[in-house]
C-alpha cells in the first residue's frame, strides 16, 4: 500500500497526483510543528581570561520532563526553576562547550531568571588559564532537546561581533581570532539560517503550496513571488531595525488566518485573478514572523545590514528550491481531468491545517 493512498484517495489515476501527494502528507504530517523549532540562544562577551555568557532557551525544550514543570500545569513558576536550576544547568553544561583553545579552568552561574514565560535566562562565567583570542563553541543540544534544534550564538569582544548558527549537521563553530570578524562567516551562517527557516516553517511553505495551486501560468506565478519578497522584505527590515514592532502572537495568529484565506479562495473560485495584491498585504505579516528569528538573536547595529540581508537571500532561495519542486505539479494537476478534485485536495488539507495552527496559537497558548 501506498503512501498516496492514505493521503489523496485515487492519486494513483494521475501523475500530478503522485507528484503533489508528498507536499500534502509533509504538510499534514507537520501539523504540529509549524515554526515549532527548537531554539537557544547564548550571547558571549570575550574579557581578558573570561568568557561572560548569557544562554536564553525554554526549559521545556529539554528532555527533563516533570523535574522542571512538577504540577504539569505547563507553566514554570519560581519556586519550580528554584527546584530544577542545577538539572537543567548540568544538562546544559554537558552539551554545550568552550575551548579557548584550552578547556576552561573554572565555570560559574552566576545568576538565573524567567525573562519571559517559560523562558529562562543563565548568566555563566567562564574562565580560562590564558587570555581568550580564539573559540571553538560545541553544541550537543539537539541529543537532549529535539533533532531539529537550533543555537544562535553572538560573541563580543571590544565591540566586534561575530556570529554562527549549531545544529545537528553543523554542532561545532571555531572563531579564529576573536575580535577579527569576518564578514564572509556573517554572510554564509544568516544565509544557512535564512534557507532553514523557510523549510522548517511548515506554516510558510503551507502558504505558498495555497498561493501556487491558484496560480494559472508562469507570469501570474512571477507576479505573486515578486509582490509577496518585496513585501515580506519591506516589513522584515522596518521590524529589524526597530521601526515597527507587532506582538509574536499576533503576526502567528495572522499568518494562520492568510494562508486559510487563500487556500479557501482556491475552492471558492475557479482562478485567483488580481492575487499578487492580496499576496502583497499578507507578505507584509509574513515579513514580521520572519524578523522575530532576528530579534530574538539581539543582532548589532554594526552587523544588522549584511545579516538582514543575508537572512533574507536565505529565504529567498529557501522559496525558489520550493516553487521549482512543487509548481511543475502544479501546473500539471491544472491540466488533469481530475483538477478540481486535486485542487479541492489540497486547499481542504491547507485549510485545516491552517486552522488548527490559529487555535494553537490564539486559545491554546
Not at 66 to 88: G, M, R, Y
Not at 105 to 131: C, G, H, K, P, W
Not at 226 to 253: D, M, Q
Request: aromatic share 8%.
Amino acid at each position: 500500500m501506498s503512501l498516496g493512498a492514505r493521503c489523496l484517495p485515487g492519486s494513483r489515476r494521475t501523475a500530478s497526483a503522485v507528484v503533489l501527494v508528498p507536499v500534502v502528507c509533509v504538510l499534514s504530517v507537520a501539523a504540529l510543528a509549524a515554526h515549532d523549532r527548537s531554539t537557544s540562544y547564548s550571547r558571549l562577551v570575550v574579557d581578558g581570561k573570561q568568557v561572560r555568557i548569557v544562554f536564553t532557551l525554554s526549559p521545556f525544550d529539554l528532555h527533563l520532563g516533570p523535574v522542571i514543570d512538577a504540577n504539569q500545569d505547563e507553566i514554570i513558576s519560581d519556586d519550580e526553576l528554584d527546584e530544577s536550576i542545577d538539572a537543567v544547568y548540568g544538562a546544559i553544561k554537558n552539551h554545550y562547550h568552550l575551548r579557548a583553545p584550552d578547556e576552561p579552568s573554572a565555570i560559574t552561574l552566576e545568576r538565573y531568571d524567567l525573562v519571559a514565560d517559560n523562558v529562562l535566562a543563565m548568566q555563566v562565567v567562564y574562565t580560562f588559564r590564558r587570555e581568550v583570542t580564539s573559540l571553538a563553541v560545541a553544541s550537543t543540544l539537539p541529543q537532549i532537546t529535539q533533532p531539529n534544534h537550533q543555537h544562535l550564538l553572538r560573541v563580543d569582544r571590544d565591540g566586534v561581533i561575530q556570529q554562527a548558527l549549531l545544529d545537528f549537521a553543523q554542532p561545532v563553530a571555531r572563531l579564529g581570532g576573536v575580535g577579527r570578524a569576518s564578514g564572509w562567516e556573517t554572510v554564509r551562517s544568516f544565509v544557512r539560517l535564512g534557507v532553514e527557516h523557510i523549510f522548517s516553517g511548515y506554516d510558510h511553505l503551507a502558504f505558498l503550496t495555497a498561493l501556487l495551486a491558484g496560480t494559472s501560468g508562469l507570469f501570474a506565478l512571477l507576479k505573486v513571488i515578486t509582490s509577496f519578497t518585496v513585501a515580506h522584505s519591506l516589513t522584515l527590515a522596518f521590524a529589524s531595525f526597530g521601526l515597527v514592532t507587532v506582538p509574536p502572537r499576533l503576526v502567528e495568529s495572522l499568518i494562520a488566518l492568510s494562508i486559510a484565506y487563500v487556500a479557501i479562495e482556491n475552492m471558492c473560485t475557479r482562478v485567483a485573478v488580481s492575487r499578487w495584491g492580496i499576496t502583497f498585504v499578507f507578505g507584509l505579516v509574513h515579513g514580521f514572523g520572519f524578523s522575530n528569528v532576528l530579534r530574538e538573536l539581539g543582532l548589532p547595529r554594526g552587523r544588522l545590514a549584511i545579516s538582514l540581508f543575508s537572512f533574507n537571500a536565505g529565504v529567498e532561495v529557501g522559496q525558489v528550491v520550493f516553487v521549482a519542486a512543487v509548481f511543475p505539479a502544479l501546473l500539471l494537476m491544472r491540466s488533469s481531468r481530475w483538477r478540481s478534485q486535486l485542487t479541492t485536495a489540497v486547499s481542504l488539507v491547507t485549510t485545516a491545517l491552517a486552522l488548527y495552527w490559529f487555535v494553537q496559537r490564539t486559545v491554546l497558548r
